[in-house]
């Protein structure tokens, strides 16, 4: 099972842009399905984006056009660049990946968009 780290969260104004990082370690990472999830204060946790193991990605409406999922298999990273962000984009960010019977999760990145 791998052990996921997420980076690049912080403080943009709307608008604006960031690019989350996901960093498996372990072995296998290229098997996996990879999900980012967010959780706004007070909200259900929702699927953003998924990127499948042979690079198929689907996005939720809410972020069509504005962010893109990426995977570098060698890098054992999965990517999440948001741009245009907007305060409704604020939350905290999570990596999920699954195979087979394994399910990991990070720690989460909070994203805050406000002017």
């Known amino acids: 099972q791998v052990q996921l780290v997420e980076s690049g969260g912080g403080s943009v104004q709307p608008g604006g842009s960031l690019r989350l990082s996901c960093a498996a370690s372990?072995?296998?990472?290229?098997?996996?399905?990879v999900n980012w999830y967010r959780q706004a204060p007070g909200k259900q946790r929702e699927l953003v984006a998924a990127?499948?193991?042979?690079?198929?990605?689907t996005y939720a409406d809410s972020v069509k056009g504005r962010f893109t999922i990426s995977r570098d298999n060698n890098a054992n990273t999965v990517f999440l660049q948001m741009n245009s962000l907007k305060p409704e984009d604020t939350a905290v960010y999570y990596c999920?990946?699954?195979?087979?019977?394994?399910?990991?999760w990070g720690q989460g990145t909070q994203v805050t968009v406000s002017s």
């Open positions: 990127i499948t193991s042979g690079g198929s990605t």
């Open positions: 372990g072995s296998g990472f290229s098997r996996y399905a």
């Open positions: 999920n990946a699954r195979w087979f019977i394994y399910d990991s």
